[in-house]
Structures are given as structure tokens and as C-alpha cells.
């Protein structure tokens, strides 16, 4: 069993920055492939990065060059790194990790891009 509980979301101006922090329980954190989704008001939850244990990323198109995901096994933490920001990135954050049939979600921790 795996919790994922995710931190830094908050309020930002277009253009600026944030970093998102998922830590994770539980051992072999190293094994799950791990990642983030969003979901805005009135849409279906989607993905954004992940990371496999072997380091490949899946990148969504909205945000390829503007964030990037990392880990850090030995602190059993997944980070995304948001940058030039963008009101349509307005969403709640997911945290994702998986192995095999397994899939465990964070609760979420809302991002807004305003002015």
C-alpha cells in the first residue's frame, strides 16, 4: 500500500513558477512508475508528466518546455516543476504512482494561474 500526499500548489500570476511535491509511503518507492495529472473545473482529469523507474518521461503537449518532473527515491519524492505558467494550467495537481496492477492517487492540491 502506497500514500501519496502532495504539497505546493497555491496562487501564481501567469509567467511565474511553482514546484509541486508528492511524497510517497511505503518501500521500493523506486520500482513505481510515478507522475502527475490535472483536472480543471468541468474536465476530465489528464496527464501531465510521468517518470518510470528506469527514468523515461511521458509529456503532455501543453506543457512540454515549461515543466518537468523528477525523483528522488532515496526521499521517496516526486517533484513537478512548473514554469511560465499559464491560467489554462489552473487545475488540482495528482499526484500517480503504479507498478504492475497497482495505481495509488494523492489527493490533489489545487493550482491557480491568475492575475
Known amino acids: 500500500q502506497v500514500q501519496l500526499v502532495e504539497s505546493g500548489g497555491g496562487l501564481v500570476q501567469p509567467g511565474g513558477s511553482l514546484r509541486l511535491s508528492c511524497a510517497a509511503s511505503g518501500s521500493m518507492f523506486s520500482i513505481y512508475t510515478v507522475g502527475w495529472y490535472r483536472q480543471a473545473p468541468g474536465k476530465q482529469r489528464e496527464l501531465v508528466l510521468t517518470m518510470s523507474s528506469g527514468g523515461g518521461t511521458n509529456v503532455a503537449d501543453s506543457v512540454k518546455g515549461r515543466f518537468t518532473i523528477s525523483r528522488d527515491n532515496a526521499k521517496n519524492t516526486v517533484y513537478l516543476q512548473m514554469n511560465r505558467l499559464k491560467p489554462e494550467d489552473t487545475a488540482v495537481y495528482y499526484c500517480?504512482?503504479?507498478?504492475?496492477?497497482?495505481?495509488?492517487w494523492g489527493r490533489g492540491t489545487q493550482v491557480t494561474v491568475s492575475s
Open positions: 500517480y504512482a503504479r507498478y504492475s496492477e497497482y495505481n495509488y
